[in-house]
Nanobody
């Protein structure tokens, strides 16, 4: 069983930065990709960023391009989401997820395992 645990969330002022981490435990696994998603109450969980595990190719939502960076060192966990120039609209619970099958990386229904989420709150 794969377990994912996010950390690094918190309260930060607009314009600030945060780095989220996603650690993995349980059985050893190699995902096709790891993704970050976010959700606010009353809205759908939305794609933020993803990285393919073997090549390290990255994909970003338009809303975070140029501000967020997803990365990992040497194809190992943790997976990180570096968030800069944060805006109030970035406030959400952020989830990391593992995708085991190849294909598009931006669809939330294509991911197989999810963490519990970490709250990110941006104040004005």
């Amino acid at each position: 069983q794969v377990q994912l645990l996010e950390s690094g969330g918190g309260l930060v002022q607009a314009g600030g930065s945060l780095r989220l981490s996603c650690a993995a435990s349980g059985r050893t696994f190699t995902p096709y990709a790891m993704g970050w998603f976010r959700q606010v109450p009353g809205k759908e969980r939305e794609f933020v960023a993803a990285i393919t595990w073997s090549l390290g190719s990255t994909t970003y939502a338009d809303s975070v391009k140029g501000r967020f960076t997803i990365f990992r060192y040497n194809a190992e966990f943790p997976v990180y989401l570096e968030m800069n120039s944060l805006k109030r609209e970035d406030t959400a619970v952020y989830y990391c997820a593992a995708k085991f099958r190849s294909g598009l990386v931006s669809g939330r229904y294509d991911y197989d395992s999810w963490g519990q989420g970490t709250q990110v709150t941006i104040s004005s």
